[in-house]
T-cell receptor, first 115, second 118 residues
Framework: AQSVSQHNHHVILSEAASLELGCNYSYGGTVNLFWYVQYPGQHLQLLLKYFSGDPLVKGIKGFEAEFIKSKFSFNLRKPSVQWSDTAEYFCAVNSNPGGYQKVTFGTGTKLQVIP | GAVVSQHPSRVICKSGTSVKIECRSLDFQATTMFWYRQFPKQSLMLMATSNEGSKATYEQGVEKDKFLINHASLTLSTLTVTSAHPEDSSFYIC??????????????FGPGTRLTVL
């Protein structure tokens, strides 16, 4: 069974600091990878996704993530965070691309950005 | 982008009653919808996969007689929590699989339903 681990449960940063959130998955085959964000009081929204091609994926709001197959990782980055980035971030993996989706979510990382 | 709605957004019910939650894809057809449960400070746990016109596929440990899922059309799936008990209190989230085009293999999430069983 696939699993997803996010090592940082709670991250506190000052505005303009750089962000990197770790995500590792366990599945040896082809995967689709996602980062979702949940702002306070709102529903999950897709930040970015990787299906194939360039392993460096750019998403909305200045976020990017790099797929490193050899490390089974898909870390999320942003060079300079803003207060409005305060939210919970979930990494997700789908190991059945093309078939029925079964997306497994990580436990989430709460990001708090201090003005 | 694709929009998924859920109704109601919040429901409070007495123990022993049944509660129905609706999940609708507003501007696309979804052959597959998913139901998740999110506990406080935890991630989303997949409960079941709902396929239009067929029986839902439940994850291990999820009681199918407790959580009835119906996916009668390409835009509507319902989750009914039968004989609800306080331990069923949770945040229930649905998502819909938008297939084809640039949204291939992407799920779109509803805003969730907060269920409180007294």
């Amino acid at each position: 069974a696939q699993s997803v681990s996010q090592h940082n449960h709670h991250v506190i940063l000052s505005e303009a600091a750089s962000l990197e959130l770790g995500c590792n998955y366990s599945y040896g085959g082809t995967v689709n990878l996602f980062w979702y964000v949940q702002y306070p009081g709102q529903h999950l929204q897709l930040l970015l996704k990787y299906f194939s091609g360039d392993p460096l994926v750019k998403g909305i709001k200045g976020f990017e993530a790099e797929f490193i197959k050899s490390k089974f990782s898909f870390n999320l980055r942003k060079p300079s965070v803003q207060w409005s980035d305060t939210a919970e971030y979930f990494c997700a993996v789908n190991s059945n691309p093309g078939g029925y989706q079964k997306v497994t979510f990580g436990t989430g990382t709460k990001l708090q950005v201090i003005p | 982008g694709a929009v998924v709605s859920q109704h109601p957004s919040r429901v409070i019910c007495k123990s022993g009653t049944s509660v129905k939650i609706e999940c609708r894809s507003l501007d696309f057809q979804a052959t597959t919808m998913f139901w998740y449960r999110q506990f406080p400070k935890q991630s989303l746990m997949l409960m079941a996969t709902s396929n239009e016109g067929s029986k839902a596929t439940y994850e291990q440990g999820v009681e199918k007689d407790k959580f009835l899922i119906n996916h009668a059309s390409l835009t509507l799936s319902t989750l009914t929590v039968t004989s609800a008990h306080p331990e069923d209190s949770s945040f229930y989230i649905c998502s819909a699989d938008a297939r084809g085009g640039e949204n291939y293999n992407e799920q779109f999430f509803g805003p969730g339903t907060r269920l409180t069983v007294l």
